[in-house]
């Protein structure tokens, strides 16, 4: 007998299963100590030994605990299970069953938290504790029924270009031809009945030869212990071949009985027919992917020692210096060292018109060189370019569910047993009730066969696809379905206003001097932001370079974060920063405060320069402009136009604030906020029950960003900024935000749409059947109908405009 943490007594003869568990946060032995203790509370758990040095836990446990609730424990005590994300491509899959049973068989392979599986991308993205071999999450797949393969490329593999054939349609279709004359000729009142032998040689080859596909599948999925669409048209269609068979034999003596071999013929080659048309539609909706796939160059013309040398553009390091001639793509991302040309983003950012490219210029991989001779140095190539990025990011939206799908997925896992269950019945009442079998199975058959999982399964990944590619290509990354789902109900947009409405390069618009102090203000203010990237910092130096001013060396030099700077120039302690900071310091601002009230009345950022070696003394005052966005005042309006209420929320002084809000016509103003407050008004908003969007460019707007139902960064920001926002808007255009929230809300309408579709198909279609008011054919076509108009309704998205 083994004991376990909870006191119970478990017999030694159960199965039990050896997990290994890479935790993080551990720094001494009481950590080991809380780990062990959280892990062992877990029922069914056996033994834990955690090793401070390797960072890990050997969890021995019953077979039946999972890694998620393991790693649920270590999280509560405190601490984290490393894990990394492994993406495999999926083959054999049919319907939105195929998808359940595929994710269910990788959420029981040992170490494995989380596992989300694509019908229209045919894509699995597993998440699971670090150091778990992918090998088992293949051999999962396969024992489900299904293949599978590790994707390992750094660069997201392209979409097949290959699909479903042609030629099993037109065969199929060729031999069902002769089969439904007679039904023609009905309609003429002509006899052109064929014997129930040459039926039969017509119907064979379409039932086991074209259509085994559907035998094999089925096969697959009922040894798994699951049924899918397959099974239902493999049971349906044999129904009616046997049905055939066992009355031309019984009959044969008496001539041709009626035979149903050309309804079994024609339903397989109408779902066969249906198969091909989604996947070529299915092809349409990865488009964008393939585009910007296309944009790859595959060498580049490196500068060397030796003269230019045409390599791989796997050979290309960072720092090399590559050469592009007028008409190709940049096969690289970085600077502009020599040269100067026109180049077209268009693919990568939206922008229509051509971008002037001068010497210290970024440039982009996959970008086309208009006119000019360009030397690049690289920056980054391979999977860290930018191209590789939006690649991975619009791949993952499209791969990750988005929660409406959650709803589907429950629906669709016990679809395939009750359909069978219906189907059953409907035999079954009929040939009690009517005595005539034979229409008993037709109606079972027209049961099995009108049901489709297909649509249900595809009818929000394909609008997805749909709708994050056509926002990509307008200059639009979503990172995940779930923001895509969120955008369509924002009513609230809150806005930082440096670098997202202004331009973020501010200018000095003055510096006026307290009585006494002309000669150190600008020095002075100079040399505290020596060095400094700020954008404030940068028109300080501008003005102090334009006026020739030596700038005297700063030491100890200090950010205070959310009000300014402080340092030590000429033996004196000197501070510059914002009116909440001079207040702190007990800096009196009164000899200026009329002239910064007019400055901030002019949409003016002001700062305050003062020195408090001594009693603290105002040296004067400096005041900031920043010309806000040509298409600022327009994104404003198109929220308006959307029903948006708009919010600026700016560490800007009031007056400054007010300024840019009135000339903006945005709603309310939030001035004088800290960067920690950003995200305190965000959480403010929302708890109005206001769905908020938050909008911002900066490291101090990443919380903010984090906090919002929906962050949305502009890519000319920072990269903080960017990883922290459901959207990233590839140019710094505000107006992209309307057209965000827009395609959002289109493509929710589409998943509304498709579902309710697929819903009443099947939800108008099988009592139908079951009825006996749908013959198997129509039935057939109806349900190949159902999943083609679900992905081409999607499709419909790719002629959006901004």
């Not at 040309?341 to 970008?367: H, R, W």
């Not at 370019?385 to 619009?394: D, H, P």
């Not at 307008?474 to 202004?502: N, P, Q």
Request: hydrophobic share 50%.
């Amino acid at each position: 007998m083994n004991s376990v943490a909870n006191g119970a007594m478990l017999p030694s003869s159960l199965p039990t299963s050896l997990l290994d568990l890479p935790i993080t946060g551990m720094t001494c032995a009481s950590c080991v100590g809380r780990v062990e203790k959280a892990l062992k509370a877990v029922p069914g758990v056996r033994d834990v030994t955690v090793n401070i040095a390797t960072e890990r836990a050997t969890v021995v446990a019953e077979a039946s605990v999972a890694a998620p609730a393991l790693a649920a424990a270590v999280q509560k005590a405190g601490y984290s299970v490393a894990e990394e994300l492994v993406e495999l491509s999926v083959g054999g899959m049919t319907c939105a069953s195929c998808v359940g049973r595929v994710e269910k068989a990788l959420k029981a392979v040992p170490g494995v938290t989380d596992a989300e599986v694509s019908l229209a991308t045919e894509r699995a993205r597993v998440r699971l504790q670090a150091g778990v071999a992918s090998d088992g999450l293949v051999r999962a797949i396969q024992k489900a029924g299904y293949e599978a393969q590790v994707v390992t490329s750094d660069a997201p593999a392209p979409p097949k270009s290959g699909g479903e054939p042609w030629w099993p349609v037109a065969l199929a279709a060729v031999l069902c031809v002769p089969l439904v004359l007679p039904m023609l000729g009905m309609l003429f009142r002509q006899d052109w009945a064929l014997s129930g032998w040459i039926q039969l040689a017509l119907a064979t080859p379409v039932q086991f030869w074209l259509g085994a596909r559907f035998y094999r599948a089925g096969w697959r999925a009922l040894r798994a212990g699951a049924g899918n669409m397959d099974l239902l048209v493999a049971l349906g269609t044999s129904a009616g071949y046997g049905l055939s068979l066992y009355l031309l034999f019984k009959h044969a003596e008496h001539g041709t009985p009626h035979l149903y071999f050309e309804a079994s013929a024609v339903i397989i080659t109408l779902v066969l027919l249906g198969k091909w048309l989604e996947a070529r539609a299915k092809r349409q909706t990865t488009a964008a992917i393939q585009a910007l796939n296309a944009l790859r160059p595959e060498v580049a013309r490196v500068r060397t020692a030796a003269g230019d040398v045409d390599l791989p553009l796997s050979q290309v390091k960072v720092g090399d210096d590559v050469v592009v001639r007028p008409g190709e793509r940049v096969p690289v991302d970085g600077a502009v060292i020599e040269g100067a040309s026109q180049v077209d983003e268009s693919l990568i950012t939206g922008e229509s018109l051509p971008v002037a490219k001068n010497v210290g210029d970024q440039v982009t991989g996959g970008a086309v060189n208009a006119e000019g001779l360009l030397l690049v140095r690289t920056s980054a190539v391979g999977a860290e370019s930018t191209l590789s990025r939006i690649v991975r990011m619009v791949e993952s939206a499209q791969a990750k569910k988005a929660p409406i799908q959650r709803m589907v997925d429950k629906v669709s896992a016990v679809f395939v047993p009750v359909v069978l269950g219906l189907a059953a019945l409907t035999l079954v009442g009929w040939g009690l009730a009517t005595g005539n079998w034979e229409q008993a199975i037709l109606n079972a058959v027209a049961v099995l066969v009108i049901a489709c999982p297909c649509a249900l399964g595809l009818a929000t990944p394909t609008a997805i696809m749909a709708g994050t590619g056509v926002a990509a290509r307008h200059g639009i990354l979503i990172k995940d379905a779930e923001a895509l789902e969120i955008a369509h109900r924002i009513d609230t947009v809150a806005f930082d206003k440096t670098g997202t409405l202004t331009e973020g390069r501010p200018t000095m618009a003055a510096a006026v001097p307290a009585e006494g102090a002309q000669e150190h203000l600008l020095p002075f203010a100079a040399a505290l932001q020596n060095g400094s990237e700020h954008p404030l910092a940068r028109a300080v130096m501008d003005a102090a370079r334009s006026q020739l001013i030596t700038v005297p060396r700063a030491t100890d030099v200090t950010a205070v974060a959310g009000r300014g700077m402080s340092a030590i120039v000429k033996g004196r302690e000197i501070r510059l920063g914002s009116t909440r900071y001079m207040n702190e310091l007990l800096v009196s601002t009164e000899s200026l405060a009329a002239t910064a009230a007019q400055m901030q009345q002019e949409g003016r950022t002001v700062s305050w320069l003062a020195d408090v070696t001594d009693t603290p003394t105002l040296v004067g005052l400096l005041a900031f402009g920043d010309t806000v966005k040509a298409s600022a005042r327009q994104a404003i309006a198109q929220l308006h136009g959307l029903g948006i209420e708009t919010v600026l929320v700016t560490g800007d002084n009031q007056g400054s604030a007010a300024a840019v809000a009135k000339a903006l016509g945005i709603d309310q103003v939030r001035a004088d906020v800290l960067p920690e407050g950003k995200a305190e008004i965000v959480a403010q908003l929302k708890s109005g029950g206001r769905q908020v969007a938050m909008v911002g460019d900066g490291i101090n707007d990443a919380p903010a960003l984090a906090a919002a139902n929906v962050g949305i960064a502009m890519s000319t920001g920072t990269d903080v900024a960017m990883h922290a926002a459901g959207i990233t808007l590839m140019r710094g255009d505000p107006a992209l935000i309307a057209d965000a929230i827009d395609i959002s809300r289109r493509t929710y309408a589409k998943i509304r749409q498709n579902l309710f579709w697929a819903f009443a198909y099947n939800v108008v279609g099988i009592p139908l059947a079951a009825f006996g008011l749908l013959n198997p054919m129509v039935a057939g076509a109806a349900m190949a109908l159902s999943s083609v108009s679900v992905v081409t309704n999607a499709l419909t998205l790719r002629s959006w405009k901004k």
